[in-house]
Nanobody, 123 residues
Framework: QVQLVESGGGLVQAGGSLRLSCVAS????????MAWFRQAPGKERDLVAD????????HYADSVKGRFTISRDNAKNTVYLQMNSLKPEDAAVYYC????????????????WGKGTLVTVST
């Protein structure tokens, strides 16, 4: 069973920045696409950003393009989400997810989920 452990959430003022981290327990991490999702109260869990096994391909939700950056360090089994210019609507629980293949294919679903880290944005 793969474990994904997120950290870095917290309370930040609108306009501020946070960097989320997710450490994976599996030795296959470097061969698998990863992603960040978020879920606000009463809303569905949505894909925020994904990254291919090498980090060479990334995709972002329109709502975060130009503000968020996903990256990974395969030597550390870690994926990051740098969040800048945070808005109140970015407040949510952020989940790390491991994909099925080397590229993120939404139709394939998620192999493993982390437990999430809460991001709160104050006005």
């Amino acid at each position: 069973q793969v474990q994904l452990v997120e950290s870095g959430g917290g309370l930040v003022q609108a306009g501020g920045s946070l960097r989320l981290s997710c450490v994976a327990s599996d030795y296959g991490f470097s061969n698998i696409a990863m992603a960040w999702f978020r879920q606000a109260p009463g809303k569905e869990r949505d894909l925020v950003a994904d990254i291919s096994w090498s980090g060479g391909t990334t995709h972002y939700a329109d709502s975060v393009k130009g503000r968020f950056t996903i990256s990974r360090d395969n030597a550390k089994n870690t994926v990051y989400l740098q969040m800048n210019s945070l808005k109140p609507e970015d407040a949510a629980v952020y989940y790390c997810a491991q994909g099925i293949t080397t590229q993120w294919i939404p139709e394939y679903g998620v192999a493993y989920w982390g437990k999430g880290t809460l991001v709160t944005v104050s006005t």
